[in-house]
């Protein structure tokens, strides 16, 4: 069935520096892929998405790009703050478009 | 801006209790969710619904029902509460499109089942 798997936390990093979350799907056809935020104490926010093959998508210094190849769909930014503290949800829509599959959330927290 | 609003952030009941979980938005969004939200588990989702008086099953919907009478307000229902269910309750709307349009979600109810 449909499904998402995201890298494992918690993640820390320093300011500053460089930021990967892995996320690979598995889905039948061109599901739509999304990336959500949780800050502490709130509900998700989508942070990015795309909806078709190499299109990227970007909010906030994110970036994501939709792999078909490789079935991916790796969060990055080039330089995290401390405000980016936050679990990342990694989630697809299949091509019927009927519910969201999310991944397990991977926490970050950036260290100043 | 979308509005989802949960009706506790906080919410402790006794086991074999009945529970409401009540969350309304101010969109007028046909989609409605509810999951749950454990550690290393990730979202699961308990039920939707399309439009008012409609629910759909979602992957764990055992020991929950749900009730849209109204196409702003979508309540989970425990029926018999149970130490299991203790856990971060999730509401969320979209419009009818969930392709085109995010979900938006509440912040949250933690529910405690003692």
């Known amino acids: 069935g449909d499904s998402v798997t995201q890298m494992e936390g918690p993640v820390t990093l320093s300011e500053e520096a460089c930021l990967t979350i892995?996320?690979?799907?598995?889905?039948?056809?061109?599901?739509?892929l999304f990336w959500y935020v949780q800050y502490p104490g709130e509900g998700l926010q989508l942070l990015l998405k795309a909806t078709k093959a190499d299109d990227k998508g970007s909010n906030k210094g994110f970036e994501a790009t939709y792999r078909k190849e490789t079935t991916s769909f790796h969060l990055e930014k080039g330089s995290v703050q401390v405000s980016d503290s936050a679990v990342y949800f990694c989630a697809l829509i299949p091509p019927s478009g009927n519910q969201f599959y999310f991944g397990t959330g991977t926490s970050l927290t950036v260290i100043p | 801006d979308v509005k989802v609003t949960q009706s506790s952030r906080y919410l402790v009941k006794r086991t074999g209790e009945k529970v409401f979980l009540e969350c309304v938005q101010d969109m007028d969004h046909e989609n409605m969710f509810w999951y749950r939200q454990d550690p290393g588990l990730g979202l699961r989702l308990i039920y939707f619904s399309y439009d008012v008086k409609m629910k759909e099953k979602g992957d764990i919907p055992e020991g929950y029902s749900v009730s849209r009478e109204k196409k702003e307000r979508f309540s989970l229902i425990l029926e018999s509460a149970s130490t299991n269910q203790t856990s971060m309750y999730l509401c969320a709307s979209s419009l009818g499109n969930l392709v085109t349009g995010p979900q938006h979600f509440g912040d949250g109810t933690r529910l405690s089942i003692l």
């Open positions: 892995n996320c690979t799907y598995t889905a039948t056809g061109y599901p739509s």
